[in-house]
Nanobody
């Protein structure tokens, strides 16, 4: 069992930056690939970024590539999402998720085993 707690959301102007954190419980954090997803009002939850257990392999949605960076610190059981050059269309609730011992990194919500409660990110124009 893994519990995930996101933090770092808030209100920011367009062009600004935020760093989201996701703290995981448990002693097997390095057994999980980690992902960030987001869900805007009236829309489906969508993939944002993911990282493998070592931090060496990362994947991004086209909409955030070059602006967002995912990273992890296995010693602190934490995964991060650095968000730069934010746009109003980035406004959403952001969720982190854990995928136990995956064969490959997934962009599909159904492949993730554990989810956090979400943190709101609002980008004003």
């Amino acid at each position: 069992q893994v519990q995930l707690v996101e933090s770092g959301g808030g209100l920011v102007q367009a062009g600004g930056s935020l760093r989201l954190s996701c703290a995981a419980s448990g002693r097997t954090f390095s057994s999980y690939a980690m992902g960030w997803f987001r869900q805007a009002p009236g829309k489906e939850r969508e993939f944002v970024a993911a990282i493998d257990w070592s931090g060496d392999d990362t994947h991004y949605a086209d909409s955030v590539k070059g602006r967002f960076t995912i990273s992890r610190d296995n010693a602190k059981n934490t995964v991060y999402l650095q968000m730069n050059s934010l746009k109003p269309e980035d406004t959403a609730v952001y969720y982190c998720a854990a995928d136990y011992l995956p064969f490959t990194i997934s962009r599909m919500t159904g492949n993730y085993d554990y989810w956090g409660q979400g943190t709101q990110v609002t980008v004003s124009s």
